[in-house]
Structure formats: structure tokens, C-alpha cells
């Protein structure tokens, strides 16, 4: 069984930075690559970012590079999600996620075990 937790969401004002968490434990945890999600009500879930987990190659939404940094500490089993100059459009439950072994790293199809979602709120 693979857990993740997800941590460091709330409610920042535009502008505002935060940092997510996500922790993962089980040993059936590939250790393919881990993505982040997010999904704004009425809307469908969309990629924000991804990491190989051996070596760290990084993938992002063209819409959020720039602003948004992903990374990984694999002896914390631990990925994170650096999101600065937030916007309200930012607005959304945050998910992390696990990679099936080859599977792409932009759709969420290519993963297996998710989170429960922090949610992120970008308001003045």
C-alpha cells in the first residue's frame, strides 16, 4: 500500500508564495517520477509539475514555468512544489502523485496513487 500526504497549503494573498509537501511511504512505491495535480471547482483536474524521481529531470505546464519549481528529496521520500508570485487563478486543491513505471509524467493516466489534496487559496 502507498500513502501520501500532502501538506502546506492555506490562504496566501496575490503575490504570496508557498511551498507544498508531499510525503510517500510503501514499498510499492515505484520511485518513477511523482507529479503534481490541481483541480479548481467546476474544473478538471490539470498537470502543474513533475519529477523523475533518479534523476530529477523536471516537467511543467507551460502556463506556470517560471513561477512554479518542483523538487524531490529522495531520502525523505518527500516531493515539494514551490509556488511563488501566486495568482488567484492559482486558486485550487493541490494533488500529488505517484508514476507508473514509463508511463508519461503529464497525464494524470500516468499515475497510480494520489493524495487526498491540500487546498491552495489565492485572495486578497
Known amino acids: 500500500q502507498v500513502q501520501l500526504v500532502e501538506s502546506g497549503g492555506g490562504l496566501v494573498q496575490p503575490g504570496g508564495s508557498l511551498r507544498l509537501s508531499c510525503a510517500v511511504s510503501g514499498r510499492s512505491f515505484s520511485r518513477y517520477g511523482m507529479g503534481w495535480f490541481r483541480q479548481a471547482p467546476g474544473k478538471e483536474r490539470e498537470f502543474v509539475a513533475a519529477?523523475?524521481?533518479?534523476?530529477?529531470?523536471?516537467y511543467y505546464a507551460d502556463s506556470l514555468k517560471g513561477r512554479f519549481t518542483i523538487s524531490r528529496d529522495t531520502a525523505k521520500n518527500t516531493v515539494y512544489l514551490q509556488m511563488n508570485s501566486l495568482k488567484p487563478e492559482d486558486t485550487a486543491v493541490y494533488y500529488c502523485?505517484?508514476?507508473?513505471?514509463?508511463?508519461?509524467?503529464?497525464?494524470?493516466?500516468?499515475?497510480?496513487?494520489w493524495g487526498q489534496g491540500t487546498q491552495v487559496t489565492v485572495s486578497s
Open positions: 502523485a505517484t508514476a507508473r513505471y514509463g508511463m508519461g509524467l503529464t497525464s494524470h493516466l500516468g499515475y497510480d496513487y
Open positions: 519529477i523523475r524521481w533518479s534523476v530529477g529531470t523536471t
